[in-house]
């Protein structure tokens, strides 16, 4: 009779299932659109390494320049959804070294440093080896203790994707005729890809706009129409266009270094 009782409450007993695996948890959709955008990012760097392999350079820079705005695109809508992960940060920084890194690299070679033959593998390796350089820099900071509100403002170094903006700018001034061709001025390119991969390691202050996240109500007309005015002259002037930023960029190296001092000394005191 006792064994019997038993076997009931036995039966009777609810059913305990086993936790749910981590691996199969459902994953937030605000997780996932950021990281598409990433692998897009890289589909396009990619594509862009193949065409400059196939002499079609000037497919292979709208591939980058694809790439560092799905770049841009990406951080900031996973900032804005909550989506930021440890995953996301780690297939961010692995498409950039990919996207910003190697081909860039690979398409200065085949365009012009090729001429210079292992010297001008070299350069490459140094613009690559630079770009990975600037990557693990950036990684290692995201860990570190804060840094000071106005410092936020501000990378150390050259960031990647202006590296590979700046890297290709040889390329455009070939495009636009002011080059006939990349081998002739292969040794002056070498000197300037050199000084782009030096940049991106360097410890140099320069302005990041992270820190921007509202403008004055007076200035959103003028700057949404700014906004628009570059895209439409980057689509019918992909090349003028790219030269003029290229050259801007460099201008403003200077003046992020003069504002940095200016902002450290003034926090200093």
């Given at each position: ?6 076997l ?19 994953i937030p959709?605000r997780?996932?659109?950021?990281n ?8 396009s ?8 392999v ?21 951080g900031r809508?996973a900032r ?8 996301g ?5 692995l498409?950039?070294?990919?996207n910003f890194?190697?081909a ?13 033959r292992?010297?001008?593998w070299?350069?490459?390796?140094m613009?690559?080896i ?22 936020g ?5 050259m960031?990647?994707?202006a ?12 495009f ?11 040794k002056t ?6 000084l782009?991969?030096?940049?991106m ?11 921007i ?25 992909p ?5 003029v930023?290229?050259?801007i960029y ?5 003046v ?14």
């Amino acid at each position: 009779m006792a064994k019997r009782s038993t076997l009931q409450a036995d039966q009777n007993a609810p059913v305990i299932t086993p936790a749910q695996p981590s691996s199969f948890r459902p994953i937030p959709i605000r997780y996932v659109l950021p990281n598409v955008l990433t692998l897009m990012a890289l589909c396009s760097g990619v594509t862009a390494i193949r065409f400059a392999v196939e002499g079609k350079f000037e497919l292979a820079v709208a591939g980058v320049i694809l790439a560092i705005f799905l770049d841009a695109v990406d951080g900031r809508l996973a900032r804005y959804l909550q989506g930021t992960s440890r995953f996301g940060e780690e297939l961010d920084s692995l498409a950039d070294f990919v996207n910003f890194g190697v081909a860039p690299a690979i398409m200065v070679y085949f365009w012009s440093l090729n001429a210079l033959r292992t010297f001008g593998w070299v350069v490459c390796l140094m613009l690559a080896i630079g770009c990975a350089l600037r990557l693990a820099r950036f990684n290692v900071a995201v860990d570190s203790p804060a840094k000071p509100a106005w410092a936020g403002g501000y990378f150390t170094g050259m960031p990647a994707p202006a590296g590979a903006l700046l890297a290709m700018a040889p390329l455009y001034l070939g495009f636009l005729g002011v080059i006939d061709e990349g081998h002739p001025f292969a040794k002056t390119i070498s000197v300037y890809e050199i000084l782009i991969a030096v940049l991106m390691i360097s410890r140099i202050p320069t302005f990041s706009g992270k820190t921007i996240a509202r403008i004055p109500r007076e200035f959103f007309l003028p700057i949404l129409a700014a906004m628009a005015s570059f895209v439409v002259f980057l689509i019918s002037y992909p090349w003028e266009t790219l030269t003029v930023l290229s050259a801007i960029y460099l201008l403003m190296l200077p003046v992020g270094v003069i504002s940095y001092r200016r902002k450290k000394n003034a926090n200093s005191d």
